[in-house]
């Protein structure tokens, strides 16, 4: 079945949504976007801990979205902006979700895969140790990150992230994060 | 040499290096998606206090929200700091955090865990 980016969108607006974009990712926007709902979820979080847990998980995967959307060659079709991404935060019965959506390279699916397997299924002991691990010992990479972001969001929601990787063609899939707060 | 002082953003701490004093301090915010850029001149700045440096270093970091990117660079501070102590300086690290803030309080202790520099971990009541 081809992948339907409008329908895809609209599956990952459920819940009571707080923000939602689809476009071009841009380091302004992103920037744009964290102090809009810095605002905002001062307003609509009274817990003080709620909010400052899901701002930080936000800076987080926005970030990463940013760092990490691999673009698809001009010569696909017109229908994607350049460094398309896709975004929501909303509001759930338990609690918040922060979900973010980016095309991928499918040779690094495999990889990533393997890391949010193993970081799902470590306890919150094991995730703190892994976080200084990787954090004592691993030098910046040239996009200015440490390969801590999502070990970072893991450690904070206690491991509280969903994904799935959906085939576009035969070099790209389309990988959907969601990390519950 | 001459102290710093760098004002707050929305995405990075307000800085203030003395060096007569031996106080540093880092306040704020740190969000920015590359941090190096941020830190260097105040990695730099270490260096070339640790040459001559006062008798007591006394560093307080209080920061409201840091992202990954950061943590490394705040972690590149703190083993300039356990450079010093090794040195046979005095050096503490004052580290702050909002009540219930379980988050930053845990990210100090992570910090402690790793850096041979005494913590104070201090909890700022409203």
Same mark, same amino acid.
Request: aromatic letters at 4%; glycine letters at 4%.
């Given at each position: 079945m081809q992948f339907d980016i409008d329908q895809y969108y609209s599956?990952?607006?459920? !819940?009571?949504?707080? *923000?939602?974009?689809? !476009?071009?990712?841009?380091? /302004?926007?992103?920037?744009?976007? +964290? /102090?809009? *709902? #810095?605002?905002k979820l001062e307003d609509l979080i009274t817990q003080k801990r709620i909010k400052k847990k899901l701002y930080n998980v936000l800076v987080e995967s +926005?970030?990463? +979205?940013?760092?990490?959307? #691999?673009? *698809?060659? #001009?010569?696909t079709d017109g229908k994607f902006d350049v460094h398309f991404g896709i975004f929501v935060i909303s509001q759930t019965q338990e609690g918040y979700k922060v979900s973010t959506g980016n095309f991928i390279q499918n040779d690094k699916i495999i990889p990533l895969r393997q890391k949010l397997e193993r970081i799902q299924s470590m306890s919150k002991e094991d995730l703190k140790r892994l976080y200084k691990d990787i954090l004592y010992n691993q030098d910046f990479t040239e996009k200015g990150g440490v390969g801590l972001g999502l070990v970072d969001m893991a450690k904070r929601t206690n491991g509280k992230l969903n994904y799935r990787f959906t085939d576009y063609n035969e070099d790209y899939s389309f990988f959907n994060l969601e990390v519950f707060i | 040499?001459?102290?710093?002082s760098i004002e707050g953003t929305t995405k990075t701490p307000s800085v203030k290096l003395n060096p007569e004093s031996g106080v540093i301090e880092i306040k704020g915010r740190s969000i920015p998606e590359n941090s190096i850029e941020f830190y260097r001149p105040i990695i730099e700045w270490l260096d070339e206090y640790a040459k001559n440096p006062n008798k007591n270093t006394t560093v307080n970091v209080q920061l409201e929200y840091f992202n990954t990117s950061s943590s490394k660079c705040i972690l590149d501070i703190f083993k300039k700091l356990e450079s010093l102590k090794k040195a046979r300086n005095e050096v503490k690290i004052n580290w702050y955090y909002e009540e219930d803030d379980e988050d930053m309080l845990e990210s100090g202790e992570d910090y402690e865990s790793i850096i041979r520099v005494p913590f104070k971990m201090i909890e700022i009541v409203d």
């Open positions: 599956s990952m607006n459920s !819940g009571e949504v707080i *923000l939602a974009y689809k !476009g071009s990712i841009s380091s /302004e926007l992103i920037t744009n976007v +964290l /102090e809009v *709902l #810095d605002a +926005l970030q990463n +979205l940013y760092h990490h959307i #691999d673009d *698809l060659p #001009d010569k | 040499m001459e102290s710093i």
